[in-house]
């Protein structure tokens, strides 16, 4: 609230004659109504209390002068005429009065002589009556096109009038306070909306065509028509829209009246009841919104103790599931209880089943995509806020809602809708998994359950998420998963589609995808430090207990007080010192008459040290000890050379990590030679493709030594030979057993890029899948060179150096690498930061290395690449082009195609010779001549073993 004495004179609206006349009525009943005086007593008496509270403040403020100072504070203070009880405010609309008497009434004469005119044309005839003091004022102040403005300005006298004014109700003749009516009003205008929204669409007709009169008579109209509008009565909803603004406006006597009243907080909280508020463009949204989201932000303490008396809060707000600015302005309701402030509207809502209710709109029968959408965004959205590594002011970081979400019910939940229910629910559902892993990466926790005791950090619900329950249930499950796969490629009754190339295929469908991203996060989460420890699940299982006991002696001690202060009122009733009845409630009282702020009481944490005590210690020491037991042993490290044996396979499935289970399952279920068989077979959709890679990379770069990841890669290379390691339950499910053949390099990266180079032939194109090709093949090449292979894998050694596979690697890959390696947009020149065009070299290493190239036995490259080095200022330009030709695709594809070609020559040419072959000499010219007119297609056909156009071997 604001007394500043500028900026508020209002001859330019009703404003002045409205308060004016309200004031004069009321100054003449206070002399003839005791009632009246009373009320009016306690209205003057409000407005220098708060008058009085304001100047203090300011007058604390160190001014640069103290004779300003002093002025400040005088021209701020209010002054009442002992006769009248007129309130006088220095440039305010009642300060017209006169204050005989007052200190300011020297200095408000100009103001006075201003409002002269409007006081008198307001003048208040003798014979009024009780009837003239009604709600006529608020209406005519509320249709004042000044309004907001002057709320906005903090105009006092018209803030005094709304936050402490009163009229008497015709009928009843009770009191009743001016901000109680703006309230019943908004709730009234609100009820009145929907009709008059309905009566206005029935209204509206559209012209298509005018006649010339109509056209002769344009001008007329519009002009009636602007009349009309200027001459038009407010609607419901224009008043509801004011009415809102203005109780959303962020002043401080305004929120200090609304806050300290629960009757209007809970009116204007129903309004989210209301029918009409049923979708996102439903105004009433904003209506609510506006309110109640400036009491948050204002009045943050006050308001969440009001939210946290009704016990249909989420009831309440899923109604509006699909209303996206609802369910954000729960989220910040929710995001207000913290660690360092905690407020208690996370154990609210999670006591009102919050996730579980939340859960059910994944269902197709009974909700929408729209709807099941909404409630998928608003719970990645609160285990975003709940992150266990804050990244933003609003995080909360983790706690009981998140955890419960992680629980074994709520996974199982999930499971079933993934399974069960499929559709839209099924892409849902895996977006929270995958969000619930990704905001909860155990490696990232603050607290490390391998490293702290129960006794040392007891368990409380801000603790770190455990995943391993999730990843256990998943692991379980992960055959089911894979059938979804399999059923949908084995399903005819998918249409098949069409794409630009005019081929036919089958859609993978977004369920598979979904599928497939799943098994790289549960991948990813496996991966995770926490996951592959032994201990880590029995620890996670004794704080979980621990917790829940911490909550049920929470629980108990709330009733046992609740217990003692219903005693201690009963003893009250009878007769007992009403002293001891008042320091009982002084805990929970509501609200302090003399206090701004309404007692918030904090919840009790689990480290609380009562909790403690109330816990055996020599049963906590002895839990302690169990969890440091030396028989759990974290990495055996006798695990034998080379890894991919019988023995260890043994080893690490009877007792797995949580991380080892997952992979022990995705080992089983041969997911992987599966989607990657649908990446080839797919080579258009890159979100499939990226997804692959994504699980090949983690695969290559897991752990190798003691972890089943080795087992994993070794079923990458051979995946035949890893049927040995499989139990027989599993080996004996499996069709066709002796066709089960996979390998990575050759049935993968051989295979795709022979695809793509035939279809480059015809087509001028590569496939789609080739960028992430190359990317897989980067991946094994950088794997055998970090590790010796032999020692996980003897197979996984004859594998990498296959003919077949070292040819592509070291010469096609090296070619493709070179390519892909070019700036984007070609040339061999660079920006060197300086405005400067420079050739693209280097200073140091070879010349093969800073251009990018392989070795080159070009004499006039190197010698000018020497020259370079050794200080020479001039370069050959037509030198470096000629040495980096490969700028398109094509070439890149025309240079792979001599070398294919040349390869197959040397093989041809080293049999001949092994054989004694001989070899005659070239063809006739003509022949040559005829050979080049050919077409390029039919003359450059690729054949690994026979390219045609080679000299062919004849026996001797």
């Known amino acids: 609230m604001s007394f500043w004495p500028f900026g508020q004179n209002l001859n330019h609206s009703d404003i002045n004659k409205i308060l004016d006349e309200y004031f004069q009525i009321l100054h003449t009943l206070e002399k003839e109504n005791p009632l009246v005086r009373k009320e009016a007593l306690k209205f003057f008496s409000k407005i220098d209390t708060d008058s009085q509270n304001v100047s203090a403040s300011i007058s604390s403020v160190n001014l640069s002068g103290d004779e300003t100072c002093s002025s400040l504070v005088l021209t701020k203070n209010i002054y009442f005429n002992k006769n009248t009880l007129y309130p006088t405010r220095s440039g305010g609309a009642s300060g017209s009065s006169s204050t005989s008497g007052s200190p300011l009434s020297s200095e408000n004469s100009s103001a006075t002589d201003l409002n002269s005119e409007d006081i008198s044309e307001t003048t208040t005839p003798l014979n009024v009556s009780i009837k003239n003091l009604d709600n006529s004022f608020v209406d005519r102040l509320i249709i004042d096109s000044e309004f907001l403005n002057e709320l906005t300005r903090q105009n006092s006298t018209l803030l005094d009038f709304i936050c402490y004014g009163f009229f008497f109700d015709p009928i009843t003749k009770e009191k009743v306070q001016n901000l109680d009516y703006l309230i019943d009003s908004l709730l009234a205008y609100v009820d009145e909306i929907p009709m008059e929204i309905a009566k206005t669409e029935k209204k509206e007709e ?44 962020d002043l401080w006597m305004l929120t200090d009246a609304l806050i300290k009243n629960e009757s209007y907080l809970s009116k204007l909280w129903s309004i989210i009841r209301h029918d009409g508020l049923d979708s996102e463009s439903s105004s009433l949204v904003s209506i609510f919104l506006k309110i109640n989201q400036n009491l948050l932000f204002s009045r943050t303490e006050n308001y969440i103790a009001f939210i946290c008396t009704n016990p249909n809060l989420v009831d309440e707000i899923l109604d509006h599931i699909d209303v996206s600015m609802i369910m954000d302005f729960f989220l910040k309701i929710i995001a207000t209880d913290r660690i360092e402030s905690p407020t208690g509207v996370i154990q609210l809502v999670c006591d009102q089943k919050l996730i579980y209710k939340s859960l059910q709109f994944l269902d197709n029968t009974k909700y929408s995509s729209d709807v099941q959408s909404c409630s998928g965004d608003f719970l990645k959205a609160l285990i975003g806020i709940s992150a266990n590594a804050p990244i933003d002011d609003i995080a909360i970081g983790p706690n009981s809602l998140t955890r419960e979400l992680a629980s074994n019910e709520a996974i199982d939940i999930l499971i079933d809708i993934i399974l069960n229910k499929r559709g839209y629910a099924l892409d849902t559902a895996v977006s929270i998994v995958i969000e619930l892993i990704r905001k909860n990466n155990s490696d990232y926790d603050q607290v490390n359950l391998l490293e702290t005791t129960i006794i040392d950090n007891p368990p409380i619900d801000r603790d770190p998420i455990y995943l391993g329950y999730l990843l256990k249930k998943f692991s379980i499950n992960l055959p089911n998963f894979l059938k979804i796969i399999v059923d949908i490629e084995t399903d005819d009754s998918i249409p098949l589609r069409e794409n630009q190339l005019h081929e036919k295929f089958k859609p993978l469908g977004f369920e598979r995808f979904k599928i497939v991203e799943l098994i790289a996060e549960l991948l990813h989460c496996s991966n995770m ?4 420890s032994r201990k880590a699940e029995k620890i996670a299982l004794k704080r979980d207990k621990y ?39 002084d805990n929970s009282n509501d609200f302090n008459e003399n206090d701004d702020t309404k007692a918030v009481k904090k919840p009790k944490t689990n480290n609380d040290p009562n909790i403690n005590t109330s816990i055996n210690a020599s049963e906590e020491q002895e839990e302690v000890n169990e969890e440091s037991d030396s028989s759990i042993e974290e ?13 260890q396979n043994m080893k690490l499935r ?3 990590t949580m991380g080892d289970l997952f992979k022990i399952s995705l080992y089983d279920t041969q997911v992987m030679p599966q989607i990657m068989k649908l990446f080839l077979a797919h080579p258009w959709n890159n979100f499939w493709h990226n997804v692959i890679f994504d699980i090949i990379q983690q695969i290559f770069n897991g752990r190798m030594d003691f972890s089943y990841n080795s087992f994993l890669v070794y079923s990458l290379f051979n995946l035949k030979g890893s049927l040995q390691y499989m139990p027989p339950d599993v080996i004996a499910g499996i069709e066709n057993i002796e066709d089960v053949n996979f390998a990575i390099t050759t049935d993968f990266i051989l295979k795709g890029y022979h695809d793509s180079f035939k279809f480059y032939e015809t087509r001028k194109t590569n496939l789609g899948y080739m960028g992430h090709l190359v990317l897989v093949a980067e991946e094994i090449i950088k794997f055998s060179r970090l590790y010796k292979v032999e020692l996980i894998s003897p197979d996984i050694q004859e594998a990498t150096v296959d003919k077949d596979w070292r040819y592509y690697s070291n010469d096609v890959l090296n070619e493709t690498r070179i390519m892909y390696s070019k700036i984007l947009g070609g040339g061999t020149y660079v920006d060197d930061g300086n405005g400067n065009i420079v050739p693209q070299l280097a200073t140091d290493g070879t010349p093969e290395e800073n251009m990018g190239i392989p070795s080159s036995d070009d004499q006039e490259f190197n010698t000018n690449f020497q020259e370079m080095k050794d200080g020479g200022e001039l370069i050959n330009v037509e030198a470096l082009e000629e040495q980096l030709m490969l700028s398109t695709e094509s070439d890149l594809h025309n240079k792979l195609r001599e070398m294919l070609a040349s390869q197959g020559q040397k093989q041809v040419d080293d049999r001949n010779a092994k054989n004694g072959v001989i070899i005659l000499g070239p063809p006739p010219q003509e022949e040559e001549e005829n050979n080049v007119d050919e077409d390029d297609d039919n003359h450059y056909a690729y054949d690994y073993d026979e390219p045609k156009g080679a000299n062919e071997e004849y026996g001797s």
């Open 635 to 647: 990495i055996d490290e006798s695990f034998e050379i080379p890894y991919i044996n019988e023995s």
């Open 206 to 249: 559209v012209k298509i065509y005018a006649t010339d009169e109509e056209k002769q008579t344009e001008e007329e109209q519009a002009e009636a028509a602007n009349e009309e509008l200027a001459n038009e009565v407010p609607t419901s909803l224009s008043k509801a829209t004011i009415i809102s603004e203005a109780l959303a406006l």
């Open 529 to 532: 430090g926490l996951m592959n």
């Open 547 to 585: 917790r829940k006991r911490a909550n049920s002696y929470d629980v108990h001690h709330t009733l046992s007080n609740l217990s003692i202060r219903d005693k201690n009122s009963i003893t009250t009733l009878t007769g007992s010192d009403s002293n001891d009845l008042k320091s009982n409630n």
């Open 654 to 656: 009877e007792y797995p």
